[in-house]
Nanobody, 124 residues
Framework: QVQLAESGGGLVQAGGSLRLSCAIS????????MGWFRQAPGKEREFVAG????????YYADSVKGRFTISRDNTKNTVYLQMNSLKPEDTAVYYC?????????????????WGQGTQVTVSS
């Protein structure tokens, strides 16, 4: 079993930055990759960024490309999402998740474990 715990959310003004953390514990050897998703009120949960576990390959939704960066610290077993130039439309609950199979990083069904989420609110 893998357990995930997100942190780092909060309230920020438009144009500001936040860094989200996802602490990973448990049996990580079966993981294929990691992903960050977000869900705004009344909307579907959507893919934000992904990171392959075996190499430095990253994937981003078009809406965040060039503003967000996903990274990993192996020594701390933590995955980060650096978010810059935040916009009000980035407001959502952000979730990290472990990817169990090959395939598109945007497919929620390929993810096995999910964190509880952290709220990000961007004011205009």
């Amino acid at each position: 079993q893998v357990q995930l715990a997100e942190s780092g959310g909060g309230l920020v003004q438009a144009g500001g930055s936040l860094r989200l953390s996802c602490a990973i514990s448990g049996r990580t050897f079966s993981m294929f990759g990691m992903g960050w998703f977000r869900q705004a009120p009344g909307k579907e949960r959507e893919f934000v960024a992904g990171l392959s576990w075996s190499g430095p390959i990253t994937y981003y939704a078009d809406s965040v490309k060039g503003r967000f960066t996903i990274s990993r610290d192996n020594t701390k077993n933590t995955v980060y999402l650096q978010m810059n130039s935040l916009k009000p439309e980035d407001t959502a609950v952000y979730y990290c998740a472990t990817k169990r199979d090959a395939g598109s990083y945007s497919l929620k069904r390929l993810y096995a474990a999910w964190g509880q989420g952290t709220q990000v609110t961007v004011s205009s």
